[in-house]
């Protein structure tokens, strides 16, 4: 593989990476519908260490407005509640004795726009790690010994693949949005 075609596949994997992360970032803004990620950023308290929640509890989404949390210790369960309400997500959290509740209120519309810029914002960031990539693309390429259209050639693929990830990224926030709006 030469230079060109080595430069190219790291802008790639650069911009990959962009979207991958935007992903995930955009699977912690709630839609509406109970997901067992909305609690994704839970931290519990276990054996005095800081746990993810996936770690120490199963959970599950029983209908469109519940999440269940079945921790696998019954003696977890004030702290699966702690560590909810420290996360912050807005969520009331009550326990049966055997699993912690929570029902998911439908969103406002006001809450709905607030979720949408953070979308938004999510995908701007994801463009700007986009276009950093593009530029230490063409960065790189300058410093390669080949011919001016050669090089030409080179920044018209470096362009064309930014053009392609921001297509890309403009279609994940498109899809995101109409998931946070749908009532």
Same mark, same amino acid.
């Given at each position: ?55 120490? $509890?199963? %959970?599950?989404?029983?209908?469109? &407005?519940?999440?269940?949390? *079945?921790?696998?210790? =019954?003696?977890? !369960?004030? #702290? ?45 960031? $994801?463009? %700007?790690?986009?276009?950093?990539? &593009?530029?230490?693309?063409? *960065?790189?390429?300058? =410093?390669?010994? !080949?011919? #001016? ?35």
């Amino acid at each position: 593989m030469d230079e060109v075609e080595f430069i190219l596949e790291e802008a790639k994997e650069g911009m990959e990476k962009a979207i991958s992360h935007l992903k995930k970032q955009l699977s912690n803004i709630r839609a509406g519908k109970a997901n067992p990620s909305m609690l994704g950023s839970v931290m519990v308290e276990y054996y005095g260490a800081q746990t993810p929640l996936n770690q120490v $509890a199963n %959970v599950n989404t029983p209908d469109a &407005r519940t999440l269940s949390i *079945q921790p696998f210790e =019954k003696s977890m !369960i004030q #702290e699966i509640e702690k560590g909810i309400m420290q996360a912050n997500l807005g969520f009331n959290p009550m326990n049966n004795g055997e699993s912690v509740i929570i029902n998911v209120p439908p969103l406002t519309e006001e809450r709905r726009k607030q979720l949408s810029k953070q979308a938004k914002a999510e995908a701007e960031d $994801a463009k %700007v790690g986009v276009r950093n990539d &593009r530029k230490q693309a063409m *960065q790189e390429l300058k =410093k390669v010994e !080949i011919s #001016e259209d050669e090089l030409k050639d080179a920044e018209n693929d470096v362009q064309e693949l930014t053009d392609s990830y921001i297509e890309r990224i403009d279609n994940i926030l498109a899809t995101k949005e109409k998931e946070i709006m749908t009532v």
